[in-house]
Nanobody, 124 residues
Framework: QVQLVESGGGLVQAGGSLRLSCAASGRTVSSYVMGWFRRAPGKEREFVAC????????SYADSVKGRFTVSRDNTKNMVYLQMNSLKPEDTAAYFCAAKSSYTDIRNPEAYDYWGQGTQVTVSS
């Protein structure tokens, strides 16, 4: 199994940028498809982005496409989410998650491992 720890959240003004990191320990992160999800207060957990094991494929929610970029460095056991042009509606707790295959990637129930989350707050 793998343990995941997110970092990099914080308070930023609208239009600003943040880079979230997800550090993996235990089993190597290259064994897993990695996803990012977010949950805003009073809302359901929402798919943000996903990246394949090799990094060759990525998918994004329509709401973040063109603004967010997911990447990974398997040599460092790290996954990243670069967030640009942030909007107040991006405010949420962000979670990284791991699963074994690049299927059903937008379904949070399909992921096996989760981090504890990092808070992102975007002020207007």
């Amino acid at each position: 199994q793998v343990q995941l720890v997110e970092s990099g959240g914080g308070l930023v003004q609208a239009g600003g940028s943040l880079r979230l990191s997800c550090a993996a320990s235990g089993r190597t992160v290259s064994s897993y498809v990695m996803g990012w999800f977010r949950r805003a207060p009073g809302k359901e957990r929402e798919f943000v982005a996903c990246i394949s094991r090799s990094g060759g494929m990525a998918s994004y929610a329509d709401s973040v496409k063109g603004r967010f970029t997911v990447s990974r460095d398997n040599t460092k056991n790290m996954v990243y989410l670069q967030m640009n042009s942030l909007k107040p509606e991006d405010t949420a707790a962000y979670f990284c998650a791991a699963k074994s295959s690049y299927t059903d990637i937008r379904n949070p129930e399909a992921y096996d491992y989760w981090g504890q989350g990092t808070q992102v707050t975007v002020s207007s």
